[in-house]
């Protein structure tokens, strides 16, 4: 990822994300979203985005990725966007990449294509043309057979699985070794924070939202977002719901955060 540039924070969206982390003060921080290229090319920033702290788990998709929940209450709606963005920008940057080609790496001749008339010359297989041959980044060995596990979004009833959402991190309505989550969550949406009495993944999705189990809106900062109350305005008269900021604004009165008494 580092070596081909998918995770810069210098261009495009990469350069976003560091910027909304730095002007909300989330780096430094334990762990560092922001860190030094462990490897580098001519494609590569000094400074990438480290993926494993962004998000609880990389492999999952853009679209359903879990967020950090510091980062995720950080942002408001147009951020998280940008940082839905972002992975799929590293996405399309990772499988634009994996099968590109370099050149084949080797000790002997052993580990080239003999058949196709390679050799192995100063640790690179050279075709019989005396050109470097080249190979993927990545090599699939066909003869390994992929067994059921737990992470791998297939549910196994035979492996005593009640869910598999694809990952292995709890507190997503799926625990870690693949059983039903229950109890009080907090769900985050676009629009705002939920609490549920009892954490509903399924429900939480339907409203394009992350659900964070054992955690109230209130522990979330409201997932980011401004609270809503009532606003008393100078004549006695209420309007909610409606920010602390926009009673202000609006009617310079006085914001309640329970709301205008009926």
């Not at 540039?5 to 780096?27: E, I, M, P, R, Y």
């Not at 009640?162 to 769900?187: I, M, R, Y």
């Not at 676009?190 to 609490?195: H, K, L, Q």
Request: aromatic share 6%; charged share 20%.
């Amino acid at each position: 990822m580092q070596i081909w540039g998918c995770v810069n924070t210098t261009t495009g969206w990469g350069a976003q994300v560091k910027n909304f982390l730095v002007s909300h003060g989330l780096d430094p921080h334990t762990p560092d979203y922001l860190v030094n290229a462990t490897y580098a090319s001519s494609l590569t920033s000094a400074q990438v985005i480290d993926l494993h702290a962004l998000v609880v788990d990389p492999s999952v998709p853009a679209a359903s990725a879990q967020f950090d929940a510091a980062v995720w209450a950080a942002a408001n709606a147009s951020e998280r966007l940008m940082l839905r963005n972002f992975l799929s920008s590293v996405d399309q940057c990772y499988n634009a990449h994996y099968q590109s080609e370099s050149v084949c790496q080797c000790g002997t001749t052993a580990d080239c294509d003999a058949g196709a008339g390679e050799r192995c010359e100063n640790n690179q297989c050279l075709q019989s043309s005396g050109t470097l041959a080249t190979c993927p980044f990545i090599r699939f060995d066909a003869t390994i057979e992929p067994h059921p596990c737990c992470g791998d979004k297939v549910l196994e009833k035979a492996a005593n699985e009640q869910c598999d959402d694809g990952n292995l991190v709890g507190g997503d309505g799926c625990s870690a070794d693949c059983k039903l989550e229950k109890g009080p969550a907090a769900c985050c949406t676009p629009g705002g924070c939920i609490d549920m009495k009892e954490g509903n993944a399924k429900e939480c999705s339907a409203r394009s939202g992350n659900l964070f189990y054992g955690k109230t809106c209130a522990e979330l900062d409201q997932c980011g977002h401004s609270t809503q109350g009532g606003c008393l305005d100078g004549a006695g008269s209420c309007h909610q719901p409606m920010t602390a900021a926009q009673c202000e604004r609006d009617f310079k009165g006085r914001f309640l955060e329970a709301g205008c008494k009926r």
